[in-house]
């Protein structure tokens, strides 16, 4: 007999799956005799199987995934875990595969129980999984997490302390952890960590069970121990209601915690707690590409490998010829898919609508060399990832460098272009291209050997917060009261916010940097008269002339001129439309987002 009749435990715990609010149950099949539900694909690998569990949305061969097992309890199976557990329906951005066992249980590290007096390599099992999908799947690099429940999750804590695969976050339900493993586990990989279980677990106690060849140290030793395996060194945060106690383990790189449910029982579920979303939740807190459920990530191929392109997606319910958005600089050169934190959900209403974001913006990878031009064979590689036939591209400021460069690709691109909207284009005319190749662009490129440098020294990240916090307040306010409830303020935080990571810096100075070359090489371009663009042309360059020094007010005030003359120009010989607005800042996405959409709609006429 095992640690308090484990097997019959187990079976109390699994063959009844505990699914319900603490302790209640309901019946279900084991995979030995389920039949297999559509959403999963079974999945042989040598003598073992594993599932792939497919969302309502399905795989998308182009898209980069997240990579998470889940692992079943002893006497459940895989198909009874996905049956309980459902991650997909919460996972967007993960791949959820579901291992099944070799026999009953895993072999957790106690060295105790019937898989490791058989031999079975569990651990070997589950890397030559991660092995196997890399091999089908795009999977994102330092993206591996992994969550079981009961002796599913004792194992999982064997992946953390012996496996050789380096898990970003791993979480256990109902489960706190062997006593052999606690004494021989050392984690090489420091790693975040989640422990839910109820404090009224009978099955695998939340107090321990001490005594015999199965014994368990507590929950509470078990969040101490690991957290120290981890190298956390900090006193734990302790948080309590009447339904639940938390303690937080916490440095400036990972975090460790226990969530115990006051009422819960042997349970994956409880009241006032979802498990399924508390675990995805807990992942994506630490993960390095936190993204919303919109977001995804479609790997292209570049000069530099492969590449993950940041791509945010929403009204895919609605027919018709989609709207791709693409950025260009501000007056700090930020140039993102935050400054569409308003507009997208405006367009979403009646309307698909992707945010395409270049390399090293948003979520999308770094790159040595970030640029417009460099980036437009990668915006076809994406537009073919998304299957869209028919496109109307809104580019905001210097952004129409990349809509021209990309139009301008010699591979002939299969999807049809009804027209363009260009918001305060960069104007390709030499003056105006003299002004923007000037300070700061001119600064940047005479110190860039020591400018790089120095922000890897970290001696702009305070001058970037400034900036950012500026930003807020600015696009705050031209916000009008009729759409304060459609702005998206977390996901513009979240974008904006990573600007101020040192490597983010380095990518805007970068792409300061080539912006000059940039230019040069969009201006040898012929602007296209197969294509409607509808020019929106705002006033914001008289406040830069009210404001400069005398010397300056010639050249701006030719610019502003110049700009005017070309954008008529170019409006009238596409046949598309000019909109002059007075009064407006620059970032009419955020002021005037209705002049935006009134220009899209015309342009599908």
């Known amino acids: 007999m095992r640690r308090h009749t484990y097997l019959l435990s187990a079976l109390l715990a699994t063959s009844w799956l505990i699914s319900g609010c603490n302790g209640s149950v309901k019946t279900s099949s084991t995979s030995s005799n389920a039949t297999l539900p559509p959403n999963l694909e079974s999945v042989a690998i040598q003598d073992r199987k594993y599932y792939i569990a497919k969302s309502e949305a399905g795989l998308n061969p182009n898209k980069s995934y997240k990579l998470l097992l889940a692992l079943h309890g002893s006497m459940q199976g895989a198909i009874s875990m996905q049956e309980m557990a459902i991650l997909e329906s919460e996972a967007n951005n993960y791949l959820v595969v579901y291992p099944q066992s070799k026999v009953e249980e895993w072999n957790e590290g106690c060295n105790c129980n019937k898989p490791h007096r058989l031999g079975v390599d569990d651990l070997g099992y589950i890397e030559n999984i991660v092995k196997d999908i890399k091999e089908d799947y795009n999977i994102l690099e330092d993206e591996l997490y992994a969550v079981g429940f009961s002796q599913g999750g004792l194992f999982a804590q064997n992946l953390m302390c012996n496996s050789q695969l380096q898990f970003k976050a791993i979480a256990t339900i109902a489960a706190p952890m062997s006593k052999q493993l606690s004494e021989s586990c050392q984690i090489e990989n420091d790693t975040n960590y989640l422990i839910v279980q109820g404090k009224k677990d009978t099955v695998l106690p939340y107090q321990g069970q001490p005594n015999g060849n199965f014994a368990l140290i507590s929950s509470e030793q078990a969040i101490d121990l690991i957290a120290k395996q981890n190298n956390i060194e900090t006193e734990a945060e302790l948080t309590s209601t009447d339904k639940m106690e938390q303690r937080v383990y916490q440095n400036d790189e990972h975090i460790n915690k226990l969530v115990a449910i006051e009422d819960g029982q042997h349970s994956w579920s409880f009241v006032d707690y979802n498990t399924t979303k508390e675990v995805i939740a807990f992942f994506d807190s630490v993960s390095s590409k936190a993204m919303d459920a919109q977001s995804s990530l479609y790997r292209v191929d570049t000069?530099?490998?492969?590449?993950?392109?940041?791509?945010?997606?929403?009204?895919?319910?609605?027919?018709?010829?989609?709207?791709?958005?693409?950025?260009?600089?501000?007056?700090?050169?930020?140039?993102?898919?935050?400054?569409?934190?308003?507009?997208?959900?405006?367009?979403?209403?009646?309307?698909?609508?992707?945010?395409?974001?270049?390399?090293?913006?948003?979520?999308?990878?770094?790159?040595?060399?970030?640029?417009?031009?460099?980036?437009?064979?990668?915006?076809?590689?994406?537009?073919?990832?998304?299957?869209?036939?028919?496109i109307i591209m809104v580019s905001y400021a210097s952004s129409n460098l990349l809509s021209q460069a990309w139009y301008n690709l010699p591979d002939t691109s299969t999807t049809a272009v009804k027209g363009m909207v260009w918001i305060d284009p960069d104007v390709l005319l030499p003056h105006s291209i003299a002004h923007y190749q000037d300070y700061p662009v001119s600064w940047f490129r005479q110190v860039e050997e020591h400018l790089i440098p120095h922000?890897?020294?970290?001696?702009?990240?305070?001058?970037?917060?400034?900036?950012?916090?500026?930003?807020?307040?600015?696009?705050?306010?031209?916000?009008?009261?009729?759409?304060?409830?459609?702005?998206?303020?977390?996901?513009?935080?979240?974008?904006?916010?990573?600007?101020?990571?040192?490597?983010?810096?380095?990518?805007?100075?970068?792409?300061?940097?080539?912006?000059?070359?940039?230019?040069?090489?969009?201006?040898?371009?012929?602007?296209?008269?197969?294509?409607?663009?509808?020019?929106?042309?705002?006033?914001?360059?008289?406040?830069?002339?009210?404001?400069?020094?005398?010397?300056?007010?010639?050249?701006?005030?030719?610019?502003?001129?110049?700009g005017t003359q070309w954008s008529q120009m170019i409006a009238k010989r596409t046949h598309g439309q000019y909109i002059p607005l007075e009064n407006s800042s620059h970032m009419v996405t955020f002021q005037h987002p209705e002049v935006i959409i009134e220009a899209i709609t015309h342009l599908l006429k």
Do not use: C
């Not at 090293?360 to 417009?372: A, E, I, R, T």
């Not at 001058?463 to 916090?469: D, I, P, Q, V, Y």
């Not at 940097?513 to 020019?535: C, G, M, Q």
């Open 455 to 562: 922000i890897e020294a970290g001696k702009w990240t305070e001058r970037t917060l400034g900036k950012l916090e500026a930003e807020r307040t600015e696009h705050q306010a031209l916000v009008s009261d009729k759409y304060t409830n459609d702005v998206d303020w977390s996901y513009y935080d979240a974008i904006s916010q990573s600007r101020a990571s040192i490597d983010k810096q380095i990518i805007r100075a970068r792409e300061v940097i080539n912006y000059h070359d940039d230019l040069n090489t969009v201006s040898e371009f012929e602007i296209t008269d197969a294509v409607p663009i509808t020019i929106i042309d705002t006033d914001f360059e008289l406040k830069e002339i009210e404001n400069a020094e005398p010397e300056y007010v010639e050249g701006l005030t030719k610019w502003h001129q110049e």
């Open 303 to 390: 000069d530099e490998g492969s590449k993950e392109v940041h791509v945010r997606s929403m009204g895919l319910n609605h027919q018709g010829p989609a709207v791709i958005l693409l950025s260009g600089f501000n007056k700090n050169y930020h140039a993102d898919s935050a400054w569409f934190a308003l507009l997208q959900p405006l367009i979403a209403k009646t309307h698909r609508v992707h945010v395409i974001e270049r390399l090293g913006n948003g979520f999308s990878s770094l790159s040595d060399k970030p640029s417009y031009t460099s980036f437009a064979p990668l915006l076809e590689q994406t537009l073919k990832h998304l299957g869209e036939q028919e």
